[in-house]
Structure formats: C-alpha cells, structure tokens
C-alpha cells in the first residue's frame, strides 16, 4: 500500500482528499502544518507529499526545502490558490514534483497523484549511482569496454610510442578531438604545445592566415606580422579537426609541411621551419573526396598513416551504462550528488539509434538533469525523439477513392492481407528512413525483432531462435552484434 501525506491548514481540503482518495490501495495522511508534515514525513515515510503553499507557521516553499533534505527522491506537489509567476518558478527551483492551482480538477489531481506515485516507484528503482568506472577513466573521458572501444585504446597505445601521423575518422560527435589528446598526453610531447583548429569552422579565407600566420601588409586589415598556429606549435601537437572542408590550395600547404616541416607565411617569403606533429580528423569519407578530386590524393596518403575509425555510438551499445554514469557525474549537482536513473530510462537510451552520437548522449543528460523532477531521470524527462523509442508508425491507410492508384500501385504485391500489412509496415519504415538518413532500417529492425523475440520467451534463446527462423548460433551473434543486454534469466 502506497501512503500519500497531505500538508494544508484547511478542514475542507483535507476531508475533500479523504473522498477522493479513499482507496484500499492508498493510505492517506493529514498534517496542518509544515512543521507537523516534516515531522511526519520522517514518522510515516510517505510516497508523495502534497503541500499547500500559504499557511501559518512555516510556508509550503520552505516545508518543500525542508523535505528535500531529508529525502530527495521524495516528490513533493505544491498548491495554492494564489498562484503568482514568481512562486510557480521558485517552486519548481527548490524541486517541486509539479505545481497545482486551486480550485482542481478531481480528475487533473488523481492524474497528477499518479504520475508522481509513478515516478517515486521509478525512482526507488533507480540505478544506484555507484562508480562504474576508474578514476583514470573519469578523468580522460574516453569511455567504453565494448570490442570497437578496446581496438582504439590499443591503436592509441601503439602510436603514442611513435611520431606517426595519424587520421582519425567517424561520424561527428564520435570523440575524434578525444582521442587526440590521449594521443598527446601520453607521447613524448606531452610538455610541448596542443593546439586543436576546426578547419570547417574558420572561413576559407582566413584559415591560411590562421594556420601559418602572415606578414604585415599581405592583405587587407593585415597591420602586423602574425604568427600562426604552425609555429605556436613548435616541438608539439596539432589537430586539425574536420580536415576535409580544407581547400586545395591550404591542403598543399599542409602537404609541404608534412614533407619538408617548412612553409611560409601568408604575403612572406622566408621560409619557416617547424617540428610539428599532425593528428587529423574528419566525419567524411575522404576516399571519395579522392575521387572526386576535391580533396589532394598525396596529402590523403601522407595523414592516413594510422587511422583509427571510432565506432558510432549504436555500434557499440554495451558502453552506454557507462558514458551515462560518466555523464551523470559530470552533471552532478553543486553538492557533488549525480541524478540516479531509472531502468526505464536506461533501456529507452541503451535502444535509441543515437544519430549525434556521444556528443548527443550527453546533450540529453544534460537537459535530462535539469528537467528531472526528483533525484531520478524519468522516461518523460528525456526528449521525445528517445522516450518514443519504441514506437513503430502503422501502415498508412488504403486510398480512400476505389481504383485510385497508390504510389506503389506500379509494383506487384502479394493479395494476401498478411503480405499486404507488412508491406505497409516496410513503407512506414523506408520513410523513417528518408527523414533520418542514418538509420539504418534493416539493422534496427533486426535488432528490435531480437529483443521483442526474448522478451516473448523470458529469454529463452532456443525459443526466442524458433521464433524468429534461425539457429541459435545465429541468434547468440545477433546479441552479441547489437549489445543486447538481458536482464532475464537465459537458459
């Protein structure tokens, strides 16, 4: 039985939430007073306290205070019937679980109570917020144990002990810069310069300059000698980011510098010699740029030394428990108290597709953290994008005009109404595809068809591999590609 304890100095309030609440499954507590509900709050232990906000003695804001001391994952609602901007704001500062103007709805309150008892069971079932990972590991930033993860720590090992050159490419928001500066950090130039540039972010104009600097008068605006980024560098790193929006006329540049480790500066014409280590980076395929001639084939040669490809984030899904525990920390509060997370929310993250990578990844938490109600990320916290996760669009309708064609009114199609469904069901997905290019439809599919197979057997895999036509070899590598995790029992 769960316990709900309101706090209001009004006879009525209370006997009106003793009708509306009269459930064998909900006890109800009264307190007519802040301090008499805080006291109750450590008596009874309650579920959700709901609080008036104007009564005498201690306010409702201040009870509100007082109670997250005691217990932060404790949702609190606040209502009044004098409701202002500024106390509806500071409210949810403190960390209101939701605020409620009198007089209510009986209908809006049962729904409120509901979703707060919700989110207190969601949070008593809260990851705990133990350490995961190794303090080494919290403080480089690189995380994860998946195969793809530990393949890059070893090529990062290897090169660290060279002067090698070194590409590292993967889809933005990867950890491209992060691998770099693990690669200057435990190489022999780690007392010497880093220097990181975004070639895309610097117009084309202007890169050269801020690259290899220029001389006094060498174009407009150009009052004094600059030194550029090159030379800054001398003896150390630099990591030039996004190197295939680079043009071709720095790209021969850059090339000299890698032969020769000379250039000159901008409107000059004295050669400058430097010793620099360059570790370059891009999210696109260079190979076709190559091809296409806009990006110099001996200057490709020259950077793909090592290359290190890092893994999107949907390829190596057994490391998002981790980046989330990371993050969490990072984002902790003032105090030092990272949020928990539900196993709700977790599952909804560990199956989300995650186009923007870690870096999104992070971007949720981050929202996540200040959106959360209590001290527990809930599924509503999360953008809809990732708690629809799960969601499949059904198949459009027929036309509602007979004999008017559809759009694959050209292509035969099976009369059976089962052939006819999922051919609809392709079509939503193929359109899910066109409004994400980087979903990849068959793999994503294949892999909900997996977790809904051992969902339906409880983890049974010889079952859940009859389900689903293959062996169950075939379906243990499934698991094993797509990181599944399975929290029941598997025989």
Same mark, same amino acid.
């Given at each position: ?262 250039? !000159?500066? @901008?409107?000059?014409?004295? *050669? &400058? ?5 360059? %570790?370059?980076?891009?999210?696109? $395929?260079? =190979? ?73 990844? !992070?971007? @949720?938490?981050?929202?996540? *953290? &200040? ?5 527990? %990320?809930?599924?509503?916290?999360? $953008?809809? =994008? ?75 895999? @010889? ?29």
């Amino acid at each position: 039985m769960e316990k709900l304890l309101l706090i209001d100095d009004e006879a009525d309030v209370q006997y009106s939430f003793r009708r509306i609440f009269d459930s064998p499954n909900l006890q109800l507590f009264t307190a007519s007073s802040g301090e008499e509900g805080v006291k109750l709050v450590q008596k009874v232990k309650p579920d959700l306290v709901i609080s008036d906000i104007r009564m005498a003695g201690i306010n409702g804001l201040e009870t509100l205070r007082r109670i997250r001391a005691l217990d932060p994952r404790l949702p609190v609602i606040l209502m009044t019937a004098y409701g202002t901007t500024q106390t509806a704001i500071e409210a949810m500062k403190i960390g209101a679980y939701d605020y409620l103007l009198k007089p209510f709805e009986v209908p809006r309150l049962k729904e409120l109570v509901d979703q707060a008892l919700k989110a207190a069971r969601e949070s008593r079932k809260a990851v705990t917020t133990k350490p995961m990972l190794e303090a080494e590991d919290y403080e480089s930033g690189i995380i994860g144990r998946s195969e793809a993860m530990q393949s890059v720590f070893k090529l990062i090992g290897q090169v660290t002990a060279t002067e090698a050159t070194v590409l590292i490419t993967g889809e933005s928001g990867t950890g491209k810069e992060l691998v770099a500066r693990s690669i200057f950090h435990n190489s022999q130039r780690s007392k010497r310069p880093f220097l990181a540039i975004n070639c895309a972010a610097i117009a084309e104009n202007l890169l050269e300059s801020e690259l290899f600097g220029h001389e006094k008068g060498a174009f407009t605006g150009a009052t004094g000698q600059r030194v550029g980024k090159f030379e800054q560098c001398h003896g150390g790193t630099i990591f030039l980011d996004e190197i295939g929006d680079m043009s071709l006329a720095t790209q021969t540049k850059i090339l000299r510098v890698l032969q020769s480790g000379t250039f !000159e500066r @901008v409107g000059g014409n004295q *050669t &400058v010699e430097v010793d620099v280590r360059v %570790i370059a980076a891009t999210n696109k $395929p260079l =190979e076709e740029a190559v091809a296409a001639r806009q990006f110099r084939e001996d200057l490709f040669y020259r950077l793909n030394v090592v290359r290190i490809q890092m893994p999107a984030l949907r390829d190596r899904r057994t490391d998002i428990r981790l980046l989330v525990d990371y993050f969490l920390r990072r984002l902790a509060d003032p105090a030092g108290k990272p949020k928990s997370i539900g196993p709700e929310t977790l599952a909804l993250l560990e199956s989300y597709h995650w186009p923007g990578n870690v870096r999104e990844l !992070e971007n @949720v938490l981050r929202r996540a *953290t &200040v959106v959360a109600k209590g001290q527990a %990320i809930l599924p509503p916290d999360l $953008p809809a =994008e990732v708690s629809h996760v799960g969601t499949i669009p059904s198949a459009p309708p027929p036309p509602s005009t007979p004999g008017t064609p559809t759009p694959q009114s050209t292509v035969a199609t099976p009369s059976d109404p089962q052939s006819t469904s999922l051919a609809g069901l392709a079509q939503s997905l193929f359109r899910m595809g066109r409004t994400d290019p980087k979903l990849k439809v068959l793999p994503a599919v294949e892999r909900v068809l997996v977790i809904e197979a051992l969902k339906e057997t409880r983890g049974n895999q @010889v079952q859940a591999a009859r389900l689903l036509g293959i062996t169950r070899a075939t379906l243990r590598k499934r698991i094993e590609k797509f990181g599944i995790r399975q929290d029941v029992s598997v025989n």
